[in-house]
Structure formats: structure tokens, C-alpha cells
């Protein structure tokens, strides 16, 4: 025989009250199958619930634009630590740089392969690298280059005019760092205000949840001279939900147990 179940999701807890407080309003108060108590507290906290809901969506709504941004900008970013490493690879190559000068942004100075970029913080790590090994790279005052062991062969080129980086500059890695970080802390505020207007939604399950099983319980006890088949039918314009066991003939608009 199919058995009665509480609703599991929000969506599903959302959908019983509505399908009540529908059935409620379209019939006289003295044929209601629920108490006047409970109707009295339906139409106290199913708007209440639907309205906790429709905040949560929008800000699911603002969280997954920023997210969208966020994530948009972390590639734009990555192309750009991206390309200065190659194309300061390639410059070495041509011997515009010295291999020793992969010192000033923590790179090995044999290193010509890129390091970890696969984290939101391998990321800025390595941008914050770029620039502030530019910027030291670069100083004219520098008396010498960082101390930090070198190969046994390669040789520091403090002597040798600074030439700046370009295609892209350290500059350009600034800017669109500048705008990762931006953006990154503005999705972490709207992941908060959702995670807030989450809680509002669960604060109310409790007592959303012994509603319905209030109205579950009064539907079917108004019912219970019914035949059991018939019980269920009326029932479920209540918002009663009916689940049909493995193997079980189901009754109209019964759901199959999953």
C-alpha cells in the first residue's frame, strides 16, 4: 500500500503548503480537512517561507554573477602571469635576460617551464612575484641581484642595463591582479549574503516541517472513513504526498519510491 512522505527539499516542502493554502482558499471554512489553528499558521508561514525563499534566489542570483566575473577575470589573469613568463623565457632565449634574472620573481634559474598556476592562490602568488621581482629586477640602484644560490654556472648580471619587461609589463599583470583581487572579494561578499539568506530558509524547516506534518496528520484523520484508495485521492489535494512501494500497483498520481 503506498505510504504518505514528508517532503525532503525545500522546493517539495514549498510545494505541499501552496497546494494547501490553494486548496484551503477554494473551499468553505466548515469543509476544511485541516483545523483552523493550522490554516491560521499557513497563512502565516507560507508566505513567510516564500518570501525567505525569493531572497535566497536573488541573491543565488547576484553570488553566481560575481562568480561569473570572478572566474573571467582569474583567466584574463592567467594569461597575463602566463605570458610574461614565456615571453620572458623567450627573451632569455634571445639574451635579453639572463637566466639568473628568473631569481628576482622566485623562479629557479634554470627554470624555463611554468610553475603551478592551477589555484586561486598559486595564481596571485605568482602575479605578486612578477611584480615585485619586475620592480627589483628593474631598480637602477640595486647594487646587485637577490642573494639566492644560482646554478654553479650561471652568473648574476647586476652590471647589465635593467630592460623592462613588455608583452605584457608588469604593469599590465598589476592592473589585472588589481582587478582578480577586486572582483574575488566581491563574489566572497555575495557567497556571504547567500550563505545569510540560506539560513533564514533553514531557520524556518523546524517549524515549516511540523506544519505539514500537522497537516498531514488532520487531512487524513478527516478522511478516515474513506475507503483507503479514496482517502488518498482526497488527501492529496491536500498536499499529502503518497509514495508507491517497488512491485506496488499505484494509485493515480502517486509517486514511485525512488
Do not use: C
Amino acid at each position: 500500500m503506498p505510504y504518505r512522505r514528508m517532503p525532503v527539499s525545500i522546493i517539495d516542502r514549498n510545494k505541499v503548503l501552496e497546494t494547501t493554502s490553494e486548496k484551503a482558499s477554494s473551499t468553505p471554512a466548515d469543509q476544511w480537512a485541516i483545523s483552523t489553528e493550522t490554516q491560521t499558521r499557513l497563512t502565516t508561514l507560507y508566505p513567510a517561507l516564500r518570501q525567505e525563499m525569493g531572497e535566497r534566489q536573488e541573491q543565488f542570483a547576484k553570488q553566481a554573477e560575481a562568480t561569473e566575473a570572478e572566474n573571467k577575470q582569474q583567466q584574463v589573469l592567467y594569461r597575463n602571469v602566463s605570458h610574461f613568463m614565456r615571453v620572458f623565457n623567450m627573451a632569455v632565449e634571445r639574451g635579453v635576460f639572463s637566466p639568473s634574472d628568473r631569481l628576482y620573481y622566485g623562479l629557479n634559474a634554470n627554470q624555463s617551464d611554468l610553475p603551478k598556476l592551477s589555484t586561486e592562490q598559486d595564481l596571485v602568488t605568482w602575479a605578486r612575484n612578477l611584480i615585485d621581482g619586475e620592480a627589483k629586477r628593474t631598480q637602477q640602484s640595486a647594487p646587485e641581484a637577490p642573494v639566492v644560490p644560482a646554478a654553479p654556472d650561471v652568473e648574476p648580471t647586476s652590471e647589465q642595463e635593467a630592460v623592462p619587461m613588455s608583452n605584457p609589463s608588469a604593469a599590465e599583470v598589476e592592473t589585472e591582479l588589481n582587478k582578480y583581487v577586486e572582483l574575488s572579494n566581491a563574489q566572497s561578499a555575495e557567497k556571504q549574503a547567500f550563505d545569510a539568506e540560506n539560513k533564514d530558509v533553514l531557520d524556518m524547516l523546524p517549524e515549516i516541517d511540523e506544519l505539514i506534518r500537522d497537516i498531514y496528520d488532520e487531512v487524513e484523520f478527516y478522511y478516515r472513513k474513506e475507503t483507503p484508495a479514496n482517502r488518498r485521492k482526497l488527501a492529496r489535494e491536500w498536499g499529502v504526498v503518497y509514495v508507491s512501494r517497488p512491485g506496488e500497483e499505484p494509485d493515480d498520481e502517486v509517486v514511485e519510491e525512488d
